[in-house]
């Protein structure tokens, strides 16, 4: 063998491990702010007005967990995101998919430049609408209730629903249906029992996808929310930082964990999800 051929081997175990320690300090500072966030909220307040403190607890506590919900009510705040995130996710949802199988069948140049908009409009940032909306939701006597920002909630998340769908329904092979239509069946009976079936694991990791969106957004319903009673989670942490921008560390980072593990049970699920929905698009009989 020339020196030429028996030093691709090396270049190439070489490349691969460059990429394996990139990957590895990718992961590294993904997870730095959520194994520091789960760290402090198990020490006590010694622990976080110390100069240099450890990485790990000295003396783990849940001291700053109970003081969270003595100080906020974390409960409540938690089943006013849960009702208004579940709400839009499943709205949006079921709007977006006929919407996405249309757009997906039907290419025409009307399709395109709904495609496009769809597209386009994910680049508008929230600033620009919001006091539009707040005009709207005032004129119906939405602000300050939950259907509103459910209502702001669905109009946010049917763009990336609509173009996630899409993507979806495109994965579903033309002749599965073609196939169904020289069967003797009709064109609802190929939608519920053909495409459907497809579908559903993309609009499961669609639902999830618009409730972690839902569940983790701050803006709206920090301006469209005032009643105490009323306001979701994101704005409630906001609640464990004083006039004077004095952040209660200990309380904060045990409430903002609680706030995260639903979004990382429900991340866990859209990943498995994600994966089936390719496979079974790619599915051909």
Known sequence: ???????????????RAGQYVALLCYLVFLAFPLAWLLSTAFKPARELASLHPGWLPDHPTLDNFRQAFDEQPLLRAALNSLTAAASAALIATVVATP??????????R???????????????????????????????RLVDTLPGLVMVYVVW????????LTGYVRAVPRELEEAAAVDGAGRLRTLTSVTAPLLAPGIVATVLFAFITSWNEFFFALVLLKSPGKQTMPV???HF????????LGPLAAAALLATLPSLVLFAFVQRRITGGMLAGAVKN
């Open 1 to 15: 063998m020339s020196p030429l051929g028996r030093g691709r081997p090396a270049r190439r175990a070489a490349t």
């Open 99 to 108: 919407m996405a199988y249309a757009l997906a069948r039907r290419r025409t």
């Open 236 to 238: 409630v942490l906001t």
């Open 241 to 248: 930082i004083g006039a004077e921008g004095v952040a209660d």
């Open 110 to 140: 009307l399709t395109r430049a709904a495609s496009g908009w769809v597209v386009v409009s994910q680049a508008f940032p929230i600033v620009l609408v919001i006091i539009p909306l707040f005009l709207v939701l005032k004129g119906l």
């Open 157 to 164: 998340a049917l763009p990336f629903a609509l173009w996630m």
